[in-house]
């Protein structure tokens, strides 16, 4: 696949609707951002906020900055955006923590609570820090988290249940990952690459952790914001067609230095 140009990428981010005026309505953005604000922790995606971002409009505020949401508060419903440019600028971000991890070989997990988006993209990644010498984390068998169970498809962790793999906000699947791992006597992970409560857990168990989030999801925003996340990119994280995305994974692999 030929490598877009900062400008034919967002150009593609905007044309596939990954960023500028997304799907997600202005109304369910807000009711996240209150309820991760009133404390409901299933927005804060296995981070601790304490009461932190307990005013909503201390949330938008981080949303429309990182993000590039509307920051109009009047603004309550139809259209709201992401701005490709901060899409971008993030993705940067993200490939010089990964050539970071290829320089120094460093020990990866990859994980995704959204497989039906995300998990080839997360895969092509693993695949090209594998042949730099980074060590692919390879989860313990036979994990289990929320009545399922923590699986690995093509070296990324994905959550499974009733034979089908989950879209899950759940911080439990790591917890179940990182806990494997240590009673196993197996380092933690140098760097884990995620999205949803698996990005936000292993950030807050102290992991260098960078990932993907939706305009609906402030949490892994506002970390990056303290600085418990390292980078957290604003995007659509499940448009229709998966190989949307391709454009996107192909660019962060070339800033990265790791594409042949």
């Not at 920051?71 to 010089?96: F, S, Y």
Request: aromatic content about 6%.
């Amino acid at each position: 696949m030929p490598i877009l140009s900062r400008a034919d990428l967002v150009e593609h981010l905007v044309r596939t609707r990954i960023a500028g005026d997304v799907a997600t309505p202005r109304d369910n953005n807000l009711s996240h951002y209150r309820k991760l604000a009133n404390g409901d922790r299933h927005y804060w995606f296995g981070l601790e906020f304490g009461d932190r971002w307990s005013d909503e409009q201390d949330v938008l505020a981080v949303m429309a900055e990182r993000c590039g949401v509307v920051d109009d508060p009047a603004h309550r419903t139809g259209q709201d955006t992401i701005d490709p440019e901060l899409t971008v600028a993030a993705l940067d971000r993200m490939a010089a923590r990964l050539a970071k991890a290829a320089a120094a070989q460093e020990r990866v997990l990859f994980a995704t609570g959204h497989p039906g988006s995300l998990i080839d993209a997360h895969g092509r990644v693993a695949a090209a820090l594998r042949t730099r010498g980074c060590d692919i984390v390879r989860i313990p068998g036979g994990l289990t988290a929320d009545e399922g169970y923590v699986v690995q498809f093509s070296d990324v962790a994905v959550f499974e249940r009733g034979a089908s793999l989950w879209h899950t906000h759940s911080p439990e699947p790591m917890n179940a990952i990182l806990d494997g791992l240590a009673a196993l006597g197996e380092p933690a992970p140098d760097l884990v690459v995620a999205d949803h409560g698996w990005a936000g857990r292993a950030a807050q168990r102290g992991v260098d952790s960078v990932g993907y989030a939706d305009c609906n999801d402030p949490a892994l925003f506002l970390a990056e914001a303290e600085g418990t996340m390292q980078v957290t990119v604003p995007l659509d994280d499940h448009v229709v067609d998966p190989r949307s995305y391709e454009p996107l994974t192909a660019y962060v692999l070339d800033a990265a230095g790791l594409l042949d």
